[in-house]
């Protein structure tokens, strides 16, 4: 019995090029990019091409999505920054969201 990593070769078919285009076809779409890069260097390449900036506010990510896109060399290029915003107030004073479509704060 063999004990270890899986043998990923033969855990996959993958499809060869005439069945990866038929996928593109349908999907064209809604592909963003069919490389094999992470979602944040696809989004950076989508960005540049179109010549676009982003900005992000969160909460319960507490930056997460900002590291992720400022991880990527040359990403100053199009992204401006992000607001991370825990409290409702900070949500409310600083990013303007109304008080309603908050949840109540947690007693």
């Known amino acids: 019995m063999k004990t270890g990593s899986p043998d990923v070769e033969n855990l996959y ?51 997460y999505i900002a590291h992720l896109i400022t991880s990527i060399p040359g990403s100053s290029n199009y992204y401006k920054g992000s607001v991370v915003s825990y409290a409702n107030e900070i949500k409310e004073k600083v990013l303007h969201v109304d008080h309603g479509a908050l949840p109540p704060k947690a007693r």
């Open 13 to 63: 078919t993958f499809p060869d090029d005439a069945s990866f285009d038929a996928l593109r076809t349908l999907v064209a779409e809604w592909m963003v990019i069919d490389q094999d890069i992470s979602l944040q260097e696809a989004l950076g390449k989508v960005l540049m091409e179109k010549g676009q900036t982003l900005s992000t506010a969160e909460s319960c990510t507490g930056g």
